[in-house]
């Protein structure tokens, strides 16, 4: 018997595509927390530099979060057949 492809895609993949922009987001941000130190405004830089520290900090630890989330989904899928009539017809 040929081995039929599985059609089933984990949620999890699709949960681990929002902790990588997270993640990514997260890297913008500690890239311009360092740039914006190089204003001369010394008080418009403080003020931008605190928000850029707390958003990178916040996306940092979501992303990571995310991103573990959905490795356990995706460890914990079942990726048989889609058309096995014993399995629910929306599977995640």
């Known amino acids: 018997m040929i081995a039929e492809p599985s059609q089933a895609s984990p949620f ?3 949960i681990g595509l ?6 990514t ?9 360092f740039k ?4 001369e405004d010394l008080e418009k830089a403080e003020s931008y530099q605190a928000f ?4 990178g900090a ?3 630890v979501a992303g990571l ?11 914990s899928s079942d990726l048989s057949s889609p058309r096995d009539p014993n399995k629910p017809k929306l599977r995640f």
């Open 25 to 33: 987001i997260s890297g913008y941000c500690w890239i311009s927390y």
């Open 12 to 14: 999890g993949c699709v």
């Open 52 to 55: 850029l520290l707390k958003l």
């Open 18 to 23: 929002f902790g990588l922009m997270a993640l």
């Open 65 to 75: 979060v995310i991103v573990v989330l959905s490795w356990k989904m995706i460890r």
């Open 58 to 60: 916040g996306t940092l």
């Open 36 to 39: 914006v130190a190089k204003i």
